[in-house]
């Protein structure tokens, strides 16, 4: 009794800020990105925009298996600790199906990259979303990532340490605190990604063609409710 008592608490508690770290400090060096496009495995798709996804990252979950210079900025501590990173803002289609890689994707400039990285701290994959979700979006970079880092900043998020504590959380459990922090946001707007182990990786939110939140489609995916859900500290 007082364990579900407790879990009620930590699911009633006020969003906090915890979206990204007061200490971040892109390098005074911006490396330069590969230039990426389709390919047999992911072929360019032109089609209408139904809806939108904006993915969020789970950062301690993803430092504790990343390897590899690609990640550095991100995991090694020294241009900041991050919580939630914004992994993209995806357009998606009116069924399973999404649009990508509709435009041939210059590189992304880097003043627009240094802007984006304290939200996304990975050079390659802010060139990755921008040529394959942008793209479908608009014919500027900054005009993506305007909209994406204008709508992970809104964002807000529950006590992350406590439920990081919990010994008997749940996904559907999670979602309810986590929309309970973000008004007009319900459970059922989101889905939670997990890795091996059941560790929190990403969060997905459910937009309409407004980009408001709306019901999750069935297809979309993701952990069910009722599966335990951990959480790597931040």
């Avoid at 579900?4 to 906090?16: D, K, Q, R, Y």
């Avoid at 990426?36 to 298996?65: F, N, V």
């Avoid at 041939?104 to 990755?128: D, E, G, Y």
């Avoid at 807000?156 to 008997?168: E, F, H, N, Q, T």
Wanted: overall charge positive.
């Amino acid at each position: 009794m007082l364990k579900g008592l407790a879990l009620v608490a930590l699911i009633a508690m006020p969003g906090t800020a915890l979206a990204q770290s007061a200490q971040c400090s892109p390098p005074a060096q911006i490396a330069r990105p590969d230039l990426e496009g389709p390919t047999a495995k992911e072929p360019r798709r032109i089609l209408p925009i139904g809806s939108y996804t904006l993915a969020l990252s789970w950062s301690p979950q993803y430092c504790s298996t990343a390897r590899g210079k690609g990640s550095a900025l991100q995991c090694d501590g020294r241009h900041g600790r991050f919580g939630f990173t914004l992994h993209g803002l995806w357009p998606d289609g009116f069924g399973k199906e999404w649009p990508q890689y509709c435009r041939a994707a210059n590189l992304v400039p880097r003043q627009v990259i240094r802007q984006n990285l304290c939200a996304t701290p990975s050079v390659q994959l802010i060139q990755h979303e921008w040529a394959k979700h942008g793209t479908c979006m608009t014919t500027k970079p900054e005009r993506y990532f305007n909209r994406s880092r204008a709508l992970y900043q809104s964002i807000r998020y529950p006590d992350m340490g406590a439920l990081a504590r919990s010994k008997s959380l749940t996904v559907g459990q999670f979602a309810q605190a986590f929309a309970r922090a973000n008004r007009g946001l319900k459970p059922d707007m989101l889905r939670v990604t997990t890795a091996r182990g059941n560790w929190l990786s990403e969060v997905w939110l459910c937009m309409d063609r407004a980009m408001e939140f709306t019901r999750c489609p069935a297809h979309q995916g993701g952990a069910p409710v009722k599966s335990p859900l951990r959480i790597a500290p931040l």
